[in-house]
């Protein structure tokens, strides 16, 4: 039982790793297009449905629901984080030098909160999938 859960997790991981590549080149290309307003109306929106991908994953986990389910808030959650690193460094890019370096670092701190926190769900799939 503990091998297949770390195959299933395995595959889980290596697809996720492939669709962030192929979104990330995707995002990059669009993204580049985008005026400093898209970038943070974007980032909200992007932060909004990971914040939700980790409730959701949160009630998986509490209350055993399907390990199927657990799976697919995972992808997304990481598949959201991916395009959230576009979103930052793009939003950095647009910023004058003088402003940049004190919004930088509370938009920095902002970036690692989610990305804690698809962290979190992740190490919190995993150990649901696992058992």
Partial sequence: MLRKGNQVLQHV???VMELNVVLQKK??????EWALKDCKAKQRGIRFKITGCYNRIQNIVTNTLSRRDAEKQLTDACTLSGELETIH???IELLD????MNVARA????H???SSAVDGASAMAENYLLQ
């Fill in 112 to 114: 690692l909160t989610y």
């Fill in 27 to 32: 995002q990059g290309r669009e993204t580049a």
């Fill in 89 to 91: 460094d793009r939003i």
């Fill in 97 to 100: 030098d003088g402003v940049a």
């Fill in 107 to 110: 938009w920095n701190t902002q």
């Fill in 13 to 15: 991981v290596k697809r």
